[in-house]
């Protein structure tokens, strides 16, 4: 049953980056929820209205908190976890549209950012961009996001000019991640800025329509949004002519299929992916996400199979290796 609860002015409820299946319901009071702009770097205060649920999706999607949820004053909630949750909305179909319509909105105004970061030069650079990305996250200590950008950029560049830089970057974000988590740990000399024009792609080439559109998704990807990203890589795939962000997009599609964990579905993606473009430059990423999937699955030997064939692959990187260790490692544990 849901328990009622309550806060004193100028207490928090929580925090930017934890992560928790409590979902709350404000009764009494008044609560802000506190995040930053990611295009203006400015603190964005969305007021809970009273009868208002909050801490949703985060509970719901099993990702960090993206706000602080700070008393303004003396407020009563009610306390919920996700199955009381469910049961409840799902015997109210008013409460079903309001969070749709609420949702819907906050999905066309995180386009809308990602699309005017992408789009405030004329003319940019999308491998800086996508760097520049990185160390935004890394800025912002938003680690996991930050690992996955970089990632990205040595798969798509790896000879590229930052290549130095972001596997270090790489290296330290993958390290914090793993000791403080999200929103904590020191700060990391050698970003050039924290602040939303990180993001913003330095001046140089034109962005193609087809790469606005990839990089909008691998920022959707970044804020853990596996689902939406999943839908924008797929349509590009189907609708775009240029075959670099297609092939990309394929590879991407794969990642969502995971991090969905619909593991019977990347494997056969990255299965047919493989087979169609065996020389792709995400080969060794691609095999070791099938064998993550088959490790899931609980066939640790189709698992190692996988394993042992990116080891002895030339083209595979130190970092991919060491996930491959780490892989292996656990595999002996368990068995």
Known sequence: MPRPMTFKANSVIYFAGDVSDK??????????????????GQEIHDYIQTGEFFGVKSALGKY???????????????LFTVPEFEAVVSQNTRIIMKMLKVFSTQLRRMHA??????AQDDHVDPEAGLFNIGQYYLGKKRYEQA????????????????????????????QFAQQYGSGKGPNIQGIESASPQAAKPAAGKQLSEAAQEFYAAVSTFSQQNYADALRSFKTLVETSEDEEYRIKSLFEMGRCFFSLEQYDACIKHFTGLIQRYPKIPELPDALYYVGQSYQEKGDAGRAESFYQKIVSMPGAGEALLRKVRRAQK???AAS
């Open 330 to 332: 656990s595999l002996e």
């Open 64 to 78: 960090p908190r993206e706000e602080n949820a700070v008393v303004l004053s003396d407020t009563a909630v009610l």
């Open 147 to 174: 690992v996955y950008a970089f990632r990205r950029y040595l798969t798509y560049y790896p000879s590229g000019r930052f290549h130095a830089k972001a596997n270090e970057f790489a290296q330290k974000a993958e």
């Open 113 to 118: 950012k990602v699309s005017s970061l992408l």
């Open 23 to 40: 979902i709350y319901i404000l009764k009494s009071g008044r609560v802000s929820l506190n995040s930053t702009d990611i295009e203006t």
